[in-house]
């Protein structure tokens, strides 16, 4: 103890250090126990899908949590660049496995087809339902994994920088940003609507949980594949983002937060670092898109409305900002419970002269519940495990005396 | 030789002219005290010289080159070397002092140096720990620290930012006498390396800073020399002392 007051405590409480070790062994165990309850039949390959789409979920929030939390950039956009990430990847699936019937429907002819008969014969395949057969400019790369996993961390990267680019340096803030970007996400999503944008308008993507190459492997197999790469990209994902925000980067992005003026003072260019933070999560939300999709099954322009984005901002406020652990608990928590509510799990209420169902009022709970947590509770869920942690250390809350040689109470452990 | 030159600045806000064809120099090392009632444009020549506000017409010349700081960000400013400190003390309360002192610390302030460059600064920030009497606080957070040691932190990371000319603005404002002593002579301290131009209006202040003192009056400057010289002038008794 001696040595710790000569050179004051570590810079990271020690709280936020373990955090990251804990949330990893605890999504180790949670992974370990849903392929063991899966393996024995005891989950259905739906709900492990329901899960992995979930840690998904959870890897978006806690890339939220880094702009919104940590930054103070209330970003009301993030899922775009989720659901670019989920086209980007679903362009090669539905590709790679059209391709596939094609080419198997054309095995029986004598002559081998043409490249350029294959061509149409995939265009109108795909694009059928939007009456055409013409293949888009951006499906070029469509025919190639790599190219198009490319695409899922560079089209949200290049929206995310040029649009944060010309809002920061605008110094366009606060609610205003906020605004903006739900004008982005609204007007990707309008866009994608239309039959020529080139994505299938309003009928989106599907057909994507079929995985081309595998398509005798059953769907149990491919939920666990999934579930588990899921599980894996949250925990990189964690782990980069828990390195990202301790040091002096997480100090100055916090800096940022509090009062970006007198960062500038101090020499640092402000809008680079939003630009990074805003650049790099909307990447890393790009990818948990792409992992998303293929669990879902289907991708259609509504995924990306302005609500689906005020939705993951309403779970990192519940799960308790500037913590990644939150983050994800709200993601997880909420998005479970809601799954629950509107699937018909929760039993509805009689109350003789009216019937509460909760398929419609979900949404009210869950509003209900993010105002008390604003009001009340502003650490959110995570805040929890602050209450532990106080409980655990000695109970000394007030100071030792008014003299200025007196102990302070976090002295007192000595 | 003069480290900043401000020649023939003017900025009005709304028709209201804030600064008017104001031109003086600063050397280094030098110590200034820059005085005026309120309204005189003291606080609108410090955002100018530090790139918050832009002026109308006028240049701010810096350094050997004769750099033109107009038009450049804050953050470039404060890279080449100018320091602001607060009337308020602005640290950032929810950091540890450690963290706030650590980001002041002079280096590369490119995102990517910052977030992997793990320079080693530890002997540098006891140092400046030392220097400001924050030590044994290194892990509290700033938001805990009493007023003065607020103040006193403040100082500390324009210490670590190692700048060739401190403006700092009434620093003695909310501080007990001894601890204006302390300020004074650290002031003092400091103006044997760098330039360091204080903004006051504590007249009694001013006289132990016992420097050159320029008078600000409706943004331009109204006398200039030692404080005997400028408590002398009649100009400056009828706008700001007499009242």
């Known amino acids: 103890m001696a040595d710790a007051t000569l050179t004051g405590p570590a810079t990271v409480p020690p709280i936020r250090r373990t955090s990251t070790m804990i949330f990893l062994a605890a999504l180790a165990v949670f992974v370990l126990l849903v392929t063991l309850l899966a393996d024995a039949g005891m989950i259905s390959t739906s709900t492990v899908k329901l899960l992995g789409k979930t840690l998904c979920l959870a890897l978006a929030a806690v890339a939220m949590d880094v702009v919104w939390g940590y930054t103070g950039i209330l970003s009301l956009g993030h899922m775009a660049f ?39 014969a995939i265009g109108s395949q795909i694009f059928g339902v939007v009456g055409t057969s013409d293949i888009p400019m951006i499906w070029t790369f469509a025919h190639s994994l790599p190219l198009q996993l490319a695409m899922v961390v560079l089209v949200p990267g290049l929206l995310a920088l040029v649009f944060g680019w010309l809002a920061f340096r605008s110094r366009v803030a606060g609610v205003y940003l906020s605004i903006l970007t739900q004008a982005m996400t609204l007007a990707l999503s309008l866009y994608l609507f239309q039959n020529d944008s080139g994505l299938r308008g309003n009928n989106g993507l599907s057909g994507l949980q079929n995985i081309p190459g595998f398509e005798t492997t059953s769907q149990a197999t491919i939920s666990i594949a999934f579930f588990w790469g899921s599980a894996l990209a949250l925990g990189l994902g964690y782990l980069l983002f828990a390195w990202v925000v301790s040091g002096r980067m997480g100090s100055v992005l916090r800096a940022v937060r509090d009062d970006e003026a007198r960062v500038r003072f101090l020499g640092y260019h402000v809008e680079s670092f939003k630009l990074f933070a805003f650049t790099l999560t909307a990447i890393v939300t790009g990818i948990a898109g792409a992992l998303y999709y293929p669990q879902a099954g289907i991708i259609n322009p509504n995924e990306i409305a302005p609500v689906a984005s005020i939705y993951l901002a309403v779970w990192v406020a519940i799960g308790g900002r500037g913590r990644l652990y939150g983050a994800a608990i709200g993601a997880i928590v909420v998005s479970l419970l809601s799954n629950w509510f509107t699937s018909g799990g929760a039993p509805d209420i009689d109350l003789g002269i009216y019937e509460i169902r909760w398929t419609e009022w979900w949404l009210v709970l869950l509003g209900v519940s993010f105002i008390c947590v604003t009001l009340f509770a502003p650490q959110g869920l995570g805040g929890l495990f602050d209450l532990l942690s106080a409980r655990r250390r000695s109970g000394r809350r007030a100071s030792y005396g008014p003299d200025t040689g007196a102990k302070r109470p976090e002295e007192g452990a000595e | 030789m003069s480290l900043l030159e401000v020649d023939g600045i003017s900025v009005s ?46 240049k701010v010349l810096w350094g050997e080159d004769n750099l033109n700081l107009i038009g450049r960000s804050e953050s470039a400013i404060a890279r080449a070397g100018v320091g602001r400190k607060f009337q308020k003390p602005t640290v950032f309360e929810d950091q540890s002092v450690r963290e706030n002192l650590a980001m002041a610390i002079k280096g590369d302030r490119n995102p990517f140096a910052v977030l992997f460059g793990r320079r080693d600064d530890a002997a540098r920030l006891t140092e400046i720990a030392t220097e400001i009497g924050l030590f044994g606080r290194l892990g509290r957070k700033a938001g805990e620290l009493s007023h003065g040691q607020k103040q006193w932190l403040e100082i500390g990371m324009l210490l670590a930012q190692e700048p060739r000319l401190l403006l700092v603005d009434e620093p003695a404002a909310g501080m007990t006498p001894e601890e204006r002593t302390q300020t004074t002579d650290l002031l003092k301290r400091l103006a044997t390396r760098h330039a360091v131009v204080v903004v006051e209006h504590d007249m009694d202040f001013v006289r132990r800073l016992d420097c050159r003192v320029t008078v600000l009056h409706e943004g331009r400057v109204l006398a200039e020399g030692s404080v005997d010289h400028v408590t002398q002038n009649p100009e400056v008794i009828d706008v700001y002392l007499g009242r």
Do not use: C, H
């Open chain 1, 82 to 120: 989720f659901g670019l990430g989920g086209y980007a990847i679903g362009m090669w699936l539905m590709w790679a496995r059209t391709e596939a019937i094609v080419l198997a429907d054309m095995a029986a002819r004598t002559l081998p087809p043409t490249p350029s008969e294959l061509q149409d």
């Open chain 2, 13 to 58: 806000f709304d028709g209201f002219r804030a600064i008017n064809n104001l031109s003086f120099t600063i050397e280094e090392p030098e110590l200034r005290a820059v005085i005026g009632p309120n309204g005189a444009g003291k606080t609108t020549f410090m955002d100018i010289v530090t790139g918050k506000t832009r002026p109308d017409t006028g």
